[in-house]
């Protein structure tokens, strides 16, 4: 705060304190239209009066000698025409540094403004009339911006101070009746595109996923926004701002922060996005774009593409038939020696790349795409010479052949046909290989032994690889066996002692914490397990005899696989038609553990 001393101070002297300088409308405000004269009139601008070179420059000379002449500085007004004592004696600078001593801030004392209904109206109000009085004025004076301008700041102004509302989600449904959500999407068409960005930024902000609204005030708000055809204006604007200005490239971020918040906040709303086609091709085209260094918005491209085919199977579906595969696995080829930064935008860039081709290939669609794309061909060299790229590539095969349908079939067999078993199991024999890498080669296991054709020439060539060199592979499935039910076993353990003082009601409410703490303990991978060794039990006689012969070495037999896979059964949907298929498969490989 300024000090008495200070504010005292003799006028006429130079003060330190100086105002911001304002900056000219002229410069803020911007429109995308032309004029007549082929000059861009984004920039409203005003004519310098011309210059008077008449004019000499310099202080102006002193007036002729006059005796009568009075020199010297004016004497002050006389103002106080009631005397001396009456007027109080003080200038009226003297009296408004009095007024700041006795009351520094005359609104600290003012009651909060009450953000209700009524206060929502009166806003309502004001911002329609806003947008009106501009509309009128830019068609009143469409080649004369200085008449409009300052219009569109009061705009702005008021488009920016509906950002008071995320605090206050209980009036979303309100502002969506009055019919004001409708008339901020319009302004997105706005000529003007800073207007158009403040419009993206606010609606950013209403529908951040940091409002505590619940699901009826969220709803509320964003159908209106998408019956207004958000979506539709969002895409106009990718097409219309110039990335390569700073304001523009921020108003293209907020719009992808937009489509990340409807894609968040519920399923329907998700693939209501996909189902504008416009949108998702920009997307395809924006994560292809080159650039010396990958930028934060083609980067947030791929995370919102990542971010939409994890939402629902329609969503993988739709990307799949618009050769979002090839697309995407073209974009990850660069990566199969290269790394990109470590903790860059384009390390990001490629693991949402990777997120978004793992979710589509697991539909049948996104399998048949890509084998057509040579997929499996690009992962098996990955495998081989990647770095970075290489547990993301494994993840990708490991999806790609799961399932139960002809789609997974194919990719096991060419995966077969391209020489991919030397790859994975050299893989899979490798010392020291982390938890996740484990997992998803075992995945891949148990799902080429499930989808290959019996006694086609790719099964024979698969099960070939467990038995070659005594047996190797099988004996480390079942080390690998004993070190997950070894460490899931200690866990078991701890549940059960934790049980024992518990209540039926108290069980129910722990039984999913439960339940997470032993699939972190490995779980799901040790039921892949014995389903891999179930089915080399049923195919091989010597692998049967192999396995049984090192479980025997810890007093254990056949059964305690079959536990695993009975666990397995009991837990299965069997409304399901896979989970129906899956049942039908595991029934059948517990027989052959008798």
């Known amino acids: 705060m300024t000090s008495i001393d200070e504010l005292f101070k003799a006028s006429g002297v130079g003060s330190k304190r100086k105002l911001e300088p304002l900056r000219d409308p002229n410069e803020i405000y911007k429109s995308p239209r032309l004029t007549s004269n082929g000059k861009s009139s984004r920039h409203a601008r005003v004519e310098d009066e011309a210059a008077n070179d008449d004019e000499e420059a310099g202080?102006?000379?002193?007036?002729?000698?006059?005796?009568?002449?009075?020199?010297?500085?004016?004497?002050?007004?006389?103002?106080?025409?009631?005397?001396?004592?009456?007027?109080?004696?003080?200038?009226?600078?003297?009296?408004?540094?009095?007024?700041?001593v006795d009351d520094p801030d005359p609104t600290e004392n003012a009651a909060p403004e009450k953000f209700d209904s009524a206060w929502l109206r009166r806003t309502v109000i004001n911002f329609e009339k806003r947008i009106n009085k501009n509309a009128e004025l830019r068609a009143k004076f469409e080649d004369e911006p200085q008449k409009f301008i300052a219009s569109e700041a009061d705009l702005d102004t008021d488009i920016k101070a509906l950002s008071i509302l995320s605090e206050h989600p209980e009036l979303y449904p309100e502002f969506a009746k009055l019919g004001s959500v409708a008339s901020l999407v319009g302004l997105l068409a706005h000529e003007n595109t800073d207007i158009a960005i403040d419009t993206v930024e606010i609606i950013n902000e209403l529908t951040d996923e940091d409002v505590a609204a619940d699901d009826s005030q969220w709803n509320a708000l964003v159908d209106a926004l998408l019956e207004a055809d958000l979506l539709g204006l969002l895409v106009s604007n990718f097409e219309r701002l110039d990335e390569e200005q700073e304001v523009d490239r921020s108003g293209v971020y907020y719009a992808l922060s937009v489509i990340e918040n409807l894609c968040s906040g519920r399923a329907t709303t998700a693939e209501q996005v996909t189902e504008n086609d416009k949108l998702l091709k920009w997307l395809l085209r924006r994560i292809q774009t080159k650039e010396k260094t990958v930028s934060q918005n083609k980067q947030y491209a791929a995370e919102v593409l990542a971010i939409l085919v994890q939402t629902s199977s329609k969503n993988r579906r739709k990307l799949a038939s618009l050769d979002a595969v090839d697309i995407m696995l073209q974009l990850v080829a660069s990566y199969r020696k290269r790394d990109p930064e470590k903790g860059g935008e384009e390390e990001e860039y490629m693991e949402n790349l990777f997120e978004a081709l793992t979710c589509i290939v697991d539909e049948p669609e996104g399998k048949a795409k890509f084998v057509e794309a040579e997929g499996v061909e690009l992962c098996l060299i990955m495998l081989k010479e990647g770095k970075m790229s290489k547990p993301a590539a494994l993840r990708l095969l490991d999806h790609a052949v799961g399932g139960s349908g002809q789609a997974g079939t194919e990719v096991c067999q060419r995966i077969v046909e391209a020489g991919g078993l030397k790859n994975i199991f050299t893989l899979f024999m490798k010392k020291n290989n982390d938890n996740q890498t484990t997992e998803h080669l075992i995945g891949i296991f148990g799902s080429m032994l499930r989808l290959l054709p019996a006694d086609s020439a790719e099964r024979i060539r698969t099960l070939a690889k467990f038995v070659e060199k005594d047996y190797e592979k099988t004996q480390k499935l079942v080390k690998l066996r004993r070190e997950y039910a070894t460490r899931l076993s200690s866990v078991d353990e701890a549940i059960r002692a934790e049980q024992s003082g518990m209540g039926a009601e108290e069980k129910e409410e722990m039984a999913d914490e439960w339940f997470s703490r032993r699939l972190d303990a490995g779980l799901f991978c040790l039921q892949t397990l014995d389903v891999v060794l179930a089915w080399l039990v049923a195919e091989d006689d010597g692998a049967r005899k192999t396995i049984q012969k090192l479980l025997a070495d810890r007093d254990e037999t056949l059964g305690v696989i079959r536990e695993t896979i009975q666990e397995q059964i009991d837990g299965i949907d069997v409304e399901d038609a896979d989970g129906k298929d899956t049942r039908e498969m595991l029934t059948t490989l517990v027989e052959f553990l008798q």
């Open 59 to 100: 202080p102006a000379p002193p007036p002729e000698d006059d005796e009568n002449a009075d020199y010297g500085p004016d004497l002050p007004p006389d103002d106080d025409e009631e005397g001396r004592f009456f007027g109080g004696g003080i200038t009226a600078q003297e009296k408004e540094v009095l007024d700041y």
